[in-house]
């Protein structure tokens, strides 16, 4: 390969750009972005997302702190619904370089990427979030404990979306039940509970890999997760997106925040669960419809403010020829 297969003979474009990753996207771009082609994935207009927003009253002139962008999908989301600042951690060089270019496409000024570890950053202490979310995430962790824990210090809300270890469900699909070797039994933080090993196999030979930086990682159970969360503090633990019978494993999303923290949201129905609460179907999609709505709504203000600027342009420069043709003088 010569160094000089690293140059582009075309005019500038978005796409130039997105093509650098060529194959490797995971994520569909925004309706804004109609034309350019990058992945098969909503992200960017993502109902788990959009329920959590919903869930915490809106996060207009909060910060937040973000693990694993992957490519800037969120990151768009909060941004478009009014945080002040978006911090997102990266670890994966390829998944940094996306969210590089998604920050220039689409113009993002109150996000900010950074590339490192993410369990490293937490343990910085990096001071205080209003939001810390961590979607994608937990399940890559070899420890994910430590990475709850972490995050429990630096927010007192939190939304996750994760995988979670089912006994029944991964020895009777066969899709799953050759990445699960073994187990073991641990502790952390005063906290007893089961690991359960989970290979990347095959997945760490693809360019578009977004695992963890491990060739395995721990999954918890569902109910191992939820009590560690409130054993390091959190309660108000709502639950939606249960889905038992993901192709890659169950999974679940959620949000919680620390006792005695009042929510911005409205209340949910709810029903009680290991000392949880999970949130109606019903309700939840409400909440995420009415979340996006909003969103379409500030979009298509955008585009029709953006059309109107071009139109008041193009109005102002025939003014002023006619103007000139006159011999009248120039000034406004």
Request: aromatic share 10%.
């Amino acid at each position: 390969m010569s160094i000089l297969d690293s140059y582009i003979h075309t005019a500038p474009s978005s796409q130039n750009a997105l093509d650098l990753f060529k194959g490797e996207w995971s994520s569909k771009l925004p309706a804004e972005c109609a034309g350019l082609e990058a992945g098969p994935i909503a992200l960017f207009e993502d109902d788990r997302i959009a329920w959590a927003i919903a869930q915490f009253g809106g996060v207009e002139g909060q910060t937040i702190l973000e693990l694993g962008p992957l490519e800037a999908g969120h990151t768009y989301m909060f941004e478009r619904h009014g945080a002040a600042s978006i911090t997102a951690i990266e670890a994966n060089s390829r998944a940094y370089l996306k969210c590089l270019i998604i920050k220039e496409i689409l113009g993002l000024t109150r996000s900010h990427f950074h590339y490192g570890d993410c369990v490293e950053y937490l343990k910085g202490n990096p001071g205080k979030f209003d939001l810390c979310c961590a979607s994608g995430v937990l399940y890559h962790m070899v420890n994910p404990a430590e990475l709850i824990s972490l995050m429990a210090q630096v927010s007192d809300r939190l939304f996750l979306w994760t995988h979670y270890y089912d006994e029944n469900i991964v020895k009777n699909s066969p899709r799953l039940i050759h990445k699960f070797p073994g187990s073991i039994e641990t502790e952390y933080n005063g906290f007893q509970h089961t690991l359960y090993q989970q290979d990347y196999e095959t997945a760490l030979n693809s360019m578009g890999f977004c695992g963890g930086g491990n060739t395995y990682s721990n999954w918890m159970t569902r109910d191992a997760l939820l009590e560690y969360l409130q054993h390091v503090g959190y309660g108000n633990i709502q639950i939606n997106f249960d889905l038992p019978d993901h192709p890659n494993g169950p999974s679940l999303a959620l949000t919680a925040e620390k006792v005695g923290v009042a929510s911005g949201g409205s209340s949910p129905q709810t029903a009680s669960v290991n000392n949880a609460t999970v949130v109606t179907d019903t309700e939840a999609q409400l909440r995420s419809r009415l979340v996006e709505l909003q969103l379409q709504l500030q979009q298509a203000k955008d585009r029709v403010t953006a059309m109107e600027t071009s139109k008041f342009w193009k109005l102002r420069t025939q003014w002023f020829k006619v103007k000139k043709s006159l011999g009248l003088p120039a000034d406004e």
